[in-house]
T-cell receptor, first 116, second 113 residues
Framework: KQEVTQIPAALSVPEGENLVLNCSFT??????LQWFRQDPGKGLTSLLL?????REQTSGRLNASLDKSSGRSTLYIAASQPGDSATYLC???????????????FGRGTQLTVWP | DGGITQSPKYLFRKEGQNVTLSCEQN?????MYWYRQDPGQGLRLIYY???????QKGDIAEGYSVSREKKESFPLTVTSAQKNPTAFYLC????????????FGEGSRLTVL
């Protein structure tokens, strides 16, 4: 079974800092990896999707990298702002064509607070 | 605007009652999913559907039921057999099963009184 771990569980930083959130997974046979943002009491918003053949994706101040061989992904947030405060989750999917195809395995998230 | 609509946003239920959570999408996605989120537990998959009239159990399907009679709709029924139903329920969809980006609704919070 795929295990997804996110470190740190919580992070509190002043505005303007560059941040790195980590996601590790135990099974490298993934189809893709997705980073989400969740605000309190809300659903998940997709931030970046990295296919297994890709090494990174960028959107604005966000950059996500993927290293399948080491089972790691990092989400880099540049010049953090108070509006970035949220919980960030990563999810990986399996690539085999068995009954588990289509399963996303989620980490428990990193709760980020950016203070002014 | 395309998206996923969940209703109701908040729901209170007495013990022993069945309740149904609605999930509608207008993204023309084939695959739909239901997740449960509890504090400190992360998201857990309840049921998923690859196509109309087909659905599969996830990791915690006991006490839940679903139907997929229309492509755009995937309602979840929380039955009285679910021992601990108080949770935040999230519906999601993707173009096809596991081949693309996953989109979520805003969630439904169920509280059992």
């Amino acid at each position: 079974k795929q295990e997804v771990t996110q470190i740190p569980a919580a992070l509190s930083v002043p505005e303007g800092e560059n941040l790195v959130l980590n996601c590790s997974f135990t099974d490298s046979a993934i189809y893709n990896l997705q980073w989400f943002r969740q605000d309190p009491g809300k659903g998940l918003t997709s931030l970046l999707l990295i296919q297994s053949s890709q090494r990174e994706q960028t959107s604005g101040r966000l950059n996500a990298s993927l290293d399948k061989s080491s089972g790691r992904s990092t989400l880099y947030i540049a010049a953090s702002q108070p509006g970035d405060s949220a919980t960030y989750l990563c999810a990986v999917s399996r690539s085999d064509r068995g009954s588990t195809l289509g399963r996303l395995y989620f980490g428990r998230g990193t709760q980020l607070t950016v203070w002014p | 605007d395309g998206g996923i609509t969940q209703s109701p946003k908040y729901l209170f239920r007495k013990e022993g009652q069945n309740v149904t959570l609605s999930c509608e999408q207008n993204l023309n996605h084939d695959a739909m999913y239901w997740y449960r989120q509890d504090p400190g537990q992360g998201l857990r998959l309840i049921y998923y559907s690859q196509i109309v009239n087909d659905f599969q159990k996830g990791d915690i399907a006991e006490g839940y039921s679903v139907s997929r009679e229309k492509k755009e709709s995937f309602p979840l029924t929380v039955t009285s057999a679910q021992k601990n139903p108080t949770a935040f329920y999230l519906c999601a969809s993707s173009q096809t099963l596991n081949t693309g980006e996953l989109f979520f609704g805003e969630g439904s919070r169920l509280t059992v009184l």
